[in-house]
Structures are given as C-alpha cells and as structure tokens.
C-alpha cells in the first residue's frame, strides 16, 4: 500500500496538476454557471451540492479510466485528439469570452437536477472530458485525478456558497470572472493545438 502511495506520488507533478485544475474549473465555470443553478433552484429543484459534487467526481473518473481504451477501440492517435480537443475547449472559450452560443443544450426536468443537468452535462460533460483527454497527452493520470479532485472539492465549495456569491458579487462580479477565464482556456487550447500540431510533424 504504501509504496503504491510512493508510486502515485513519484508520478505526481503538482504544477502540472495546478495547470489542468485551472483548465478544467474553467471549461466547467462554476461561478458563471451560477445564474442556471439559481434558476433551477426557482423552478422548484433541491440542489444537494455534495450530491452533484459526487456525481461530477464519479463522472470525471470513470471517463478518465476509460478514456484511453475509447482511444483504443476507435483507433485514434491521442495527438489528433487531443488537437481536434483543443479546438472544442477555444470554442468553449469563445462562448464565454464573446457572449456567444455555440454548444446548444437541452433542459431534462428538475426531478434529479444534481445528477441532471448539474453533474452532466453542465460540470463533467463533453467540453472537460475533451479537455482531460487532450491534457493527457502531457499530464499522467496522477496528475490529472489530483486537478479532479481539487475541481470538485472547489465545485462544491462554490455550490454551498450560491446564495452568497449571487448576493455579494453581483452580476458584474460574475461577468468578469466567466471573461477571466475564458481567456485562459483560449490561451490554454491554442498551447494544446499547437504543441500537438508540430508534434504530429516531427512524428510524420
């Protein structure tokens, strides 16, 4: 047991961690997605943030193990992947830093809104599993369960604090922070297409 810990942590690279849990909380964007939990929450829905956070957790990592075998079973180079990954997380970005809508969304009822809509699509969908997967061309899986656990421990702090941020930081507040980090996933998924892009022609 403890030198699986020593193993995990021989593996385990905390500024690369740090860089795809910033990555990831802003694909999910917790704090700009405030206004739809605000809104489920008026049309009748109980929100249990640790229920939503637990979702989200086992969501992220089933898809983290088997992320690769999929690559497998579709026979992709992760490269191209992660490369066709980044161009979905800029468009993700985009949305947030222009205001505009380009991934269309379906509501699916309040009945189960911590597991539906909350955990997926809106925390651990389709735009953070692109995300994990192209990070894992550099990032270990170590490296990218420890950015996961951070990024839901700090989803459910932000849930158990819907009310407050929505009454202390006002819509302005809120606005910028959605702009903040759409910049840095901009920034983020060209590194991603362009770092994979050459590596995909030096390998050719």
């Not at 961690?17 to 405030?34: E, W």
């Not at 992947?81 to 991934?103: C, H, N, P, Q, S």
């Amino acid at each position: 047991m403890l030198d699986a810990i020593r193993e995990f942590i021989g593996v385990l690279h905390w500024g690369d961690a740090f860089a795809a849990f910033v990555l990831l909380i802003a694909i999910i964007d917790p704090i700009g997605n405030i206004p739809i939990v605000v809104q489920l929450q008026d049309k009748g829905a109980k929100i249990h943030p640790w229920r939503a956070a637990l979702y989200s957790f086992l969501i992220f990592l089933i898809f983290l193990l088997v992320g690769d075998l999929m690559l497998v079973i579709f026979q992709l180079d992760i490269r191209y992947f992660a490369i066709a990954g980044g161009a979905v997380i800029m468009l993700l970005a985009l949305e947030m830093v222009l205001d505009v809508t380009i991934f269309k969304t379906t509501e699916l009822g309040n009945e189960s809104s911590d597991l539906i809509p909350l955990a997926f699509p809106l925390y651990a969908g389709p735009g953070s599993f692109t995300a994990m997967l192209s990070m894992h061309v550099n990032y270990s899986i170590a490296t990218l369960f420890v950015s996961v656990v951070i990024c839901v421990i700090t989803l459910y702090i932000i849930l158990r604090c819907t009310n407050w941020l929505k009454i202390h930081l006002g819509p302005i507040a809120l606005y910028i922070v959605r702009k903040f980090f759409g910049v840095i996933a901009f920034a983020i998924s060209i590194q991603i297409i362009l770092t994979n892009f050459f590596s995909c022609l030096h390998g050719a």
